[in-house]
């Protein structure tokens, strides 16, 4: 599966929302491009993009370039494939984290889930240490609205311990959710985000899986 590339618009916090991002078309099409250039020192004609990913026309190709374009990825005059050229943004520090499956956001869940492949994004941007711990799980759910984490975002956590107030991704009593960590009179327990859904207090285990350090959301058109 190829990873989607969600670029960074804005650091500081634990939430940082991202801007447009890149599909998983729009991310095979510039990775095709970047490894184009360093075999042949030119960008890829629309011809040979289009060959290339089996699109119907060039002009399939020609959309593919114009939004990596808008989204800031790819810079040069848009009636010129073979002059377009990665931009500096795209050599910063990158590193793929792991999407281990989603994450209830409502109630907690026992089923399991499975690797849904990568995000890449920029380290520096989002103040993450290159030597963080780190993964990523996809939201299911509308617990957390109060928190500004919405049904399909993807949020990156850390694996360390938490702190009063923090943002976690926890297994209580064997189930998994994502709430927000609080401790009260000495025991710890799990808030939601949102008033209609109930705090959730372990009867028996509650195992804090990662702490959250970073929101993605992709454009929605």
Do not use: W
């Not at 290159?130 to 399909?152: E, Q, Y």
């Not at 064997?174 to 960590?181: A, I, Q």
Request: hydrophobic residues 40%; contains cysteine.
């Amino acid at each position: 599966m190829q990873s989607p590339d969600l670029m960074p618009r804005s650091k500081g916090g634990h939430l940082i929302t991202m801007g447009e991002a890149l599909t998983l078309k729009q991310q095979a099409v510039r990775d095709f491009i970047e490894a184009y250039r360093q075999r042949e020192g030119v960008s890829p004609s629309l011809r040979e993009i289009q060959a290339y990913f089996g699109f119907a026309s060039p002009n399939a190709a020609a959309k593919h370039l114009a939004a990596l374009r808008r989204k800031g990825v790819l810079q040069g005059s848009s009636g010129r494939a073979r002059g377009l050229v990665l931009s500096e943004s795209t050599d910063r520090l990158i590193s793929e984290i792991p999407i281990l499956g989603a994450i209830p956001a409502g109630q907690p869940l026992g089923e399991s889930e499975q690797r849904e492949g990568c995000v890449r994004v920029d380290l520096d941007t989002l103040g993450i240490p290159k030597n963080a711990r780190t993964f990523a799980l996809r939201v299911r759910g509308d617990s957390m609205t109060g928190a500004h984490i919405l049904d399909g975002d993807v949020v990156i956590l850390e694996l360390k311990p938490p702190s009063h107030g923090r943002v976690v991704a926890a297994l209580i009593d064997g189930e998994s959710t994502l709430k927000t960590f609080l401790v009260r009179s000495g025991k710890p327990y799990l808030r939601a985000e949102n008033p209609n859904y109930p705090d959730l207090i372990p009867a028996q285990e509650l195992v804090i899986q990662g702490v959250m350090i970073a929101l993605l959301r992709q454009a929605r058109h």
